[in-house]
């Protein structure tokens, strides 16, 4: 399969374990980096970006973006406190959380980089392995540890991370120690999951509550569902072969949901993931880049194949997946019971995005309460925070001090907004094709008008809208998706499931941006006509299909008309 090797996978190679000039580059006077550094930084944990509207002016205006790994989105409050200083101190006075559960740091100058990476390592924070090809960030279920089982699913997210790292010295020699192995190389033996040209792609794993697929366990390289016996976690039901990422014009190139595989018991279920991992490093597609997600190899091969393979590995058999609960959409928002005295808050955060804007002064009011009153810190996978461990007798001062900050709560928000999610995309990502966290505010604002004039505020709604079809904020499995296609243009995907099991539909292409909220609301409308007892409007528009709901639109001239 592998066949001729790509240019990232010589690169890799040759790279003496993820050295290459990233040394050189950082202590040279230009303000970017060379071809080499600019794909090895991504393991580090860096990006390399520049203001696209500042290229009409001639010059780029180069900087990066820092991707801490913070397994299941913790942090103590010295950590979040260290990720906000740094924001204000070298980045553009924002913290971006993920849907990996990660914090970015943006628009930091390449003499801060090295400032701000040994900074967050202080706070005993790392960078490593939040990008490149490795197992990235390990997601997990946000809400602390409210019982026995909560406990376990951390454990195990953070055992797989550490048994993960990748091994190489060149993180600590180039960041943090300051000593260059001069001639020397890191062999093979100290990598010994990756090797010497780690993945072939970057790996996703999630681990999933019962019932509760709030980190989309579906859309992961390895998802994992807890199955709990009298309250205690028994093991997982393996899930393999999903991811987000596509190609427009690229039929081979498609998004996946994951295949069950097997039922692990807890005892021995990151050992399994081990060797899944290494499946996937020796018979991933290392000659095309856009086919070496695991996705691919499961879909080629067949699940039954991997099975075997994964199984040869461990020199055992594995069980049949158990059956599970029906899953639900949780965003763990608002005022939560977490153990006797002790509660946590979800707050909202629209597209991810802590900041201080006008009247809302979400970033300072969260550092005030954390520095105040010392609570650790919780990211969630649909971008939004949870502050924790909250006494009884700390309620009322921590509601006032939000007060005072004018920060948002979830029941001043509609349901479609806090549904929502999207990624970064232009001005700095590389990747976009069309707005999206810019974007999507004023296109929800638009929603809401219509989703109020049909009396259908209270339905759980998802929307997710991408810069370009990779899928950074999973829109494929969207109620409605929006993917930028070209340049304030977008495909519109409908169909999905809020609970993430069910794939989308491309429904219209190239629609303006201005025109998204009129191209859904015929179905708006249709399926408030229509709809059965219970129905989500993605479940409707699956129901319908695509071709009778774009026959309805058409039929009415591409206009709703409100009963």
């Known amino acids: 399969m592998n066949g001729n090797k790509s240019k990232v996978e010589v690169l890799k190679e040759e790279s003496r374990q993820l050295r290459g000039t990233i040394a050189s580059d950082l202590s040279a006077e230009a303000a970017s980096v060379g071809d080499i550094s600019r794909q090895l ?62 914090f970015q740091l943006h628009g930091v100058l390449k003499r801060d980089v090295k400032p701000s990476i040994a900074a967050m390592n202080r706070a005993l924070v790392t960078t490593f392995g939040a990008c490149g090809d490795v197992v990235r960030n390990v997601a997990c279920c946000p809400l602390p540890a409210t019982d026995a089982l909560r406990t376990a699913l951390m454990d195990v997210a953070r055992g797989i991370s550490e048994r993960t790292m990748p091994c190489t010295r060149a993180y600590h020699e180039i960041w943090l120690d300051g000593e260059l192995q001069q001639g020397g190389d890191d062999t093979a033996n100290d990598e010994p999951i990756y090797g010497r040209t780690y993945l072939p792609r970057k790996f996703k794993i999630a681990v999933a509550y019962p019932g509760d697929n709030c980190v989309d366990v579906y859309t992961q390289d390895v998802g994992l569902v807890a199955l709990a016996e009298r309250g205690a976690l028994a093991g997982f039901n393996v899930l393999v072969g999903g991811g987000q990422g596509m190609t427009h014009n690229k039929p081979e190139t498609f998004p996946r949901l994951g295949d069950p595989l097997a039922f692990v018991p807890a005892a021995e279920i990151i050992d399994v993931v081990e060797q899944i991992v290494c499946v996937q490093r020796d018979h991933g597609d290392r000659s095309n880049r856009r086919h070496a997600r695991l996705k691919y190899l499961i879909h080629d091969r067949g699940v039954d194949w991997f099975r075997r393979e994964v199984e040869a590995r461990l020199g055992r058999s ?34 991810g995005r802590i900041q201080d804007a006008g009247s809302t002064r979400l970033r300072s009011g969260v550092r005030a309460i954390v520095e105040s009153f010392d609570k650790p810190v919780i990211l969630t996978p649909n971008q939004d925070l949870l502050l924790t461990d909250i006494a009884d007798d700390e309620r009322a001062a921590i509601e006032a001090e939000l007060d005072r900050h004018g920060v948002v709560r979830d029941h001043e928000v509609s349901q479609v907004r806090l549904l929502s999610m999207a990624c970064p995309a232009l001005p700095t990502c590389g990747l976009a094709l069309a707005d999206a966290e810019r974007a999507l505010p004023a296109v929800l604002t638009e929603l809401e008008g219509e989703i109020s004039r049909l009396g259908l505020g209270a339905e759980r709604l998802t929307v997710r809208m991408t810069g370009c079809p990779n899928g950074c904020a ?57 709809r059965a007892e219970g129905e989500s409007f993605g479940d409707f528009c699956d129901r319908v299909g695509i071709e009778a709901l774009q026959a309805y639109a058409e039929s009415h001239g591409g206009v709703a008309v409100h009963d």
């Not at 393991?43 to 397994?71: C, N, T, V, W």
């Open 474 to 530: 999973r829109p494929y499995v969207a109620d409605i998706g929006f993917v930028g296609r070209s340049l304030d243009r977008y495909v519109v995907l409908i169909g999905g499931r809020s609970d993430g099991t069910r794939l989308n539909r491309a429904y219209r292409d190239l629609v303006p941006r201005r025109e998204l909220v009129a191209t859904v609301l015929p179905l708006l409308v249709r399926y408030k006509q229509s």
């Open 41 to 102: 930084l991504k393991f580090h944990g860096l990006y390399e970006q520049d203001d696209r509207e500042h290229r009409k002016q001639g010059a780029k205006s180069y900087s990066f973006m820092i991707r801490s790994k913070l397994p299941g989105g913790r942090l103590t409050p010295a950590q979040y406190l260290a990720h906000d200083e740094l924001a204000g101190r070298f980045g553009n006075g924002t913290l971006r959380i993920t849907t990996r559960q990660d």
């Open 318 to 351: 594995l069980a049949p997946p158990l059956p599970m609960p029906p899953f639900r959409l949780e965003l763990h928002l608002g005022w939560r019971r977490q153990s006797p005295g002790r509660w946590s808050l979800g707050l909202p955060v629209e597209n």
